[in-house]
């Protein structure tokens, strides 16, 4: 007989306060915000299927959506191409960095969406003449897929662009094996605002959720994207979404995932729900120690596991 407990009644307050007590990791001190972020910021939220969204305390609070905004880069490049982005793009684990400098020997292309690579190229194949047109593109489909408009953090995304020495020497390298097709200083500076966009807790669960429900928005009802999109997005997160600690995790919290540098960790559990959690120290993977733990026991608690099946649980 299943233990399984109810999303709608869960204890998020007891939950953050369990996964607080974690005190390992460091806050990423690549742009000057990410390094003052407050280590004590920790969030959790849920969106289900019926559009009720559930948070902790701080889960309203924003913060910069940083890699977690990778799967949706690649659903949006997948909808703008009709699906040709597969093409150009890899979606094999690497078990290296996120940022290593380094593309498929055969092909140069990069070797997934999750990593820098993969998302410098797929914020490129996004429709728009130019850069303000591909960020206003992103913009909008972020917004949709968090069910409000969302705002870009100015200051981030100048850091970002300026400060990116590994991802314009991914564009370049890109470039030079003629994956990328516009200048690899537009390229960084549209990845840039990307990772810029500001969310909160509850809205990246919402996030989340509409790339669990078959790419629809449970609190707008919107169908953001096709039902095959958000199941290709979604497999290569399970796969890849964790960087090359992705395997691990996929054994032990069993979600598809994409981790960030802001601490931010974004969860599809299919035909389940959506869930997000955010805390700013991070582990020698990049993942957030706190979110890490959160997810780990959501996942335990809720039944959440894709493979849990296998246990007979």
């Not at 994409?258 to 020698?284: C, F, H, Q, T, Y």
């Amino acid at each position: 007989m299943s233990s399984r407990r109810d999303p709608r009644t869960y204890d998020m307050e007891r939950l953050r306060a369990a996964v607080f007590e974690e005190r390992g990791g460091e806050v990423d001190d690549s742009i000057p915000q990410l390094a003052a972020a407050d280590d004590e910021f920790c969030a959790i939220a849920l969106a289900l299927p019926d559009g009720e969204v559930r948070g902790s305390t701080q889960a309203r609070m924003a913060f910069s959506v940083q890699s977690a905004v990778k799967p949706f880069l690649f659903a949006l490049a997948l909808l703008d191409t009709d699906g040709a982005a597969l093409d150009r793009i890899g979606i094999e684990p690497t078990g290296e960095a996120f940022d290593a400098i380094k593309l498929e020997s055969s092909t140069g292309r990069p070797p997934n969406p999750m990593v820098n690579a993969g998302a410098l190229l797929t914020a490129a194949l996004v429709h728009g003449d130019d850069v303000q047109a591909r960020d206003e593109r992103i913009l909008e489909g972020l917004s949709a897929f968090a069910g409000r408009a969302l705002d870009v953090d100015e200051g981030v995304a100048r850091d970002e662009h300026l400060l990116g020495d590994r991802n314009h020497a991914l564009a370049h390298l890109m470039r030079a094996e003629g994956t990328l097709n516009v200048s690899a200083d537009d390229a960084v500076a549209v990845y840039a605002r990307a990772c810029a966009v500001l969310v909160d807790a509850e809205s990246l669960a919402v996030m989340g959720a509409t790339l669990a429900l078959g790419g629809r928005n449970p609190v707008t009802g919107e169908q953001v994207i096709p039902g095959r999109v958000a199941r290709d997005v979604v497999s290569v997160m399970a796969t890849c979404g964790v960087y090359d600690g992705s395997g691990r995790w996929m054994r032990a919290v069993g979600i598809p995932a994409k981790s960030s540098v802001s601490g931010a960790i974004v969860l599809a559990a299919p035909g389940r729900l959506g869930a997000a959690a955010v805390s700013p120290p991070l582990d020698e993977q990049g993942t957030s120690v706190r979110g890490r733990a959160a997810s780990q026991r959501l996942s335990d608690d809720l039944g959440l596991h894709v493979f849990g099946s296998a246990t007979g649980h």
